[in-house]
RNA sequence: GCCAAGGUGGUGAAAUUGGUAUACACGCUACGUUCAGAACGUAGUCCUAGCAAUAGGAUGGGGGUUCAAAUCCCCCCCCUGGCACCA
């Protein structure tokens, strides 16, 4: 039969139609509904198409904000573009022309498609990270982070290409090679902007709890940030006036140590070199030169075989007062706690390998489940867990976390030590020797040192320049614009240059979400009053690659905004949730070097925005990844074209009355539409549709239901529902309408088939009304022939009836 | 090594969270429609035995709890992501 279904003659007209209208704003301070913050991850606008990805997240939670619109929620469903960054920037390089223009053209191609699948953004909250009235705001946020000291300078490496002589991103650096031309990088430092995350990584880790986030990215932000008490203690060297200040995270260890391990780049060696007996002096000195050579993969390949060199010195251990010698060795880093560590062989495995290599004896002190005490002699017997102390003088018969609260009294009592709080989590390298990103605001005055640029001078405008190109000195491209660096001093008037480092591209995505609430304010990053409305975001859809920094960045911004007293609340996010990627067929991942990418404009124009969308949402679950096929989509089209003539057929047979199973039926189908979109089961939301279709398609409908079947597509094929809704002549939109109250009595059966079981295996089933007591059922079961034969007569040990479920008889 | 999420038909996947395992869709098979293809329609499709009714088996493997396990507990295997000599 020949389909009526042509998409391609009504979407455009609707889109049109409902952009025109901007009936998707979401309406500032109205307090007579509840508000729902709807945020997706904005894009980067590259300069390819837009991504299935995009296409598939966008969709599914577009059929959210259309759904919680119906249901009578203020909405706020907002887009923007993330578009600093590299990729611009190289493209730029390539092709000689201004980034600027190249993302204007970018954003204008993504604001395209993402209107030509007809999702309901809010576009009167658009925002643009690179647009100078944005990155104003940013520039603001720095100062303020500058103002309370959170904004440091400090010496740290750069990727530097000594081959193109310029500094390089992490991300063009694969496998410790610059991606352009091959050459191995090397570390140099430089002077950078640094922001000091690390004084709020406490709070970002407790906080976690505020939040409704699921547990998998909640444990990754723990991870992440890995907060960890410390125990730093000073060992005297014996027979100098010379302390070591070891670190341990296990202070209930230490009766078992047995020798102290320094990293071979700390500063300590040399100042002891004079006092190591010659012999280990050259050998010391032979171990550093050699280990410096080595790469940090080298350092890991080689991490079982365990090398180092003995310094001929020894230390006393503070707590247990034992002699411990003190060895050089490359598998501790300098950069981990104090870069000295205390071995203890018995209780850590890399100790316990080392100490194998170098002949020093085991002591264990912590017993193992059931008191073990055995020695310690191979690897495998290692024993890094927590128990009971013993062997450990004050800590004996305490377990190890009460044996820590005791060694932390003792050496703060004995004046040897304290306890520091570290993280894995490092302080935010903030600066970046390029040009696609916003000016730091900062003017170095030779008199006056740093000085903020005044606020009523932002935004400090990026300027534009001949070359883009990172200099061959390592600074940004800005460096060599002199109009541009040669400035006054703000504070003295004096002569003086500009900062020329750009922020990351983490900086616009760190506070976008603040940004929309109030995207056109020129007097603040957004008004109290307008951000206390929307604030938090309720749910936040992502990618899994942002779980770590990205959320963390932005968590710490607003952090420090709520503490300034701008912004509203503790957390920015209530949920946040991670979808899966779109792979290419056969399950690699879409690349343009593999040409195994999809274009969304393609399938729109082959298949219809609605049918693409819908098999966006029927591929598979969620937060899972799903592979392209180019199989599959047929049958979601099929389907689709089919339910728009079920709909016009059944207008076309409308009675006054709906058939009964129908009618409920419809109604279960609202409950399961709505239940699953708020659940995010979009696959399933799909499947119930055909379920229905397939059994109900030839049923009789009134004009109410068939306005129903209309309603209940809305959120999933906002196309199709809008041009039924017009075909049989309603002139409002079908968006407006309210998403129907379901009554429960249609929802409730009063006679049900339950299974029934004997001896666990389904037998038969029975007929029962959902009001029959549990002896009524029995009666019903033991009077039914078919399985009276399976009891074969035998006695009835139990009888079990779970109410509208299942019976299970035991015999 | 550690952390996280998984393993269900030929394929993508469902399973009201302990209650009829495999819904829905793809693919495949047969028949029909069609000049042909595409598209469409009807029927079938977890495995084994049987014409059939039916019986037995099956959710990575092994054990356990329970009237009842894909789901809960213990051990093992495999795939995917992240972190990684973090003391």
Redesign the pocket.
Known sequence: ???TYKPQEFEKKWQDKWFSELSYEGKDLDETRKKYYLLVEFPYPSGDSMHMGHTRNYSMFDAVARLRRMKGENVMFPMGWDAFGLPTENYAIKVKRAPQDITRENIDTFRRQLKSLGLSFDWSREVNTTDPEYYKWTQWIFLKLYEKGLAYKAKKPINWCPKCKVGCANEEVVDGKHERCGTEVEQKDMDQWVLRITEYADKLDKDLDLTDYV??VK??QR??I?A?TWYDVKYQVEGTDEYMQV????PDTQFGATFV?V?PEHPILQELMGKMPESNSEEVQKYIESSKKKS?LE??S??KN??GAFTGLYCLNSISGERLPIYAA?????N??T?M??G?PAH????F?FAQKFNIPVIRVIEGPDGDRSEIKEAKDVYEDEGTVYGSGFMNGLGSEEARVKAAEYIKEKGIGDTVRRY?LQDWIFSRQHYWGEPIPIVHCPVCGDVAVPEDQLPLELPYVKEYEPSVTGESPLAAMTDWVNTKCPKCGGDAKRETDTMPNWAGSSWYFIRYTDPHNTKAIASPELMKYWMPVDLYEGG??HV?LHLLYSRFWYKFLYDQGIAPSPEPYHKRTIHGMVLGEGGAKMSKSLGNVISPDDLISKYGADVTRAYMM????Y?????W?A??I??????V??YYDFVLNAWNNKQGESDEAAHKALAKLLKREEDNLLSL?F??S??AL??F??EYSKSIFNQEDIEKLIIVIAPSLPHMSEELWSLIGHKDSVHNQQWPNVDEKLLQEETI???V?I?????G?ITISTSDTENLIREKVLSDQALLG?LNGGEIR?F?Y?PN??V?V?V
């Open positions: 039969m020949e389909r547990e998998s444990t990754r991870n992440w890995d960890k670190s341990t995270t296990r391990v990293a940090d350092r890991v080689e991490s365990k090398t490359d598998f501790v880093l300098a981990i706690g870069g560590v205390v203890v850590d495995k890399r100790d390998d894995h899994q690659e770590n029927f591929m598979g679950p937060e899972g990844d799903v592979v096929s199989e599959t047929n049958g979601v089209k099929r389907f074209s089919k089961k696959n399933t799909i499947s055909m379920e279709y397939n088939e339950v299974p079981q001896n666990g295996k389904v037998r089933r399976y139990k079990i779970v479920k299942i299970n035991v």
